[in-house]
């Protein structure tokens, strides 16, 4: 069984990578990646926590596992429309260049 302390480190190690990514990068593709790495960071760190989670005795403890299927609904969500952005961005401008685009105006 591994313990806790390394999964949550291994967790914020991921978390740490996607801030790094994020605050970095100025390619929409690479931001977007990096995003989705911090959400995998979570979701470890919500399956990691449900491991060790007490619940009621006789029950499956699935709390963890039912807020990772949420987090994947929501980055599935994003993805699309984060998509959609970027391929507007490249119709419009010829560039997913994050630093080109500063106004939200044609």
Known sequence: ???LDHVIALSAIL???GVVGVATRRNLI???MSIELMLNAVN???VGFNR???GVPGAPVLDGQVFVLIVIAVA???VAVGLGIVISMFRNRDSVD???VSLLRW
């Open 15 to 17: 978390f740490a990578i």
């Open 98 to 100: 994050l630093e080109e």
């Open 52 to 54: 060790f989670w007490p």
């Open 44 to 46: 470890l760190a919500f």
């Open 76 to 78: 599935a969500a994003e």
């Open 1 to 3: 069984m591994i313990p």
């Open 30 to 32: 690479v931001v977007m």
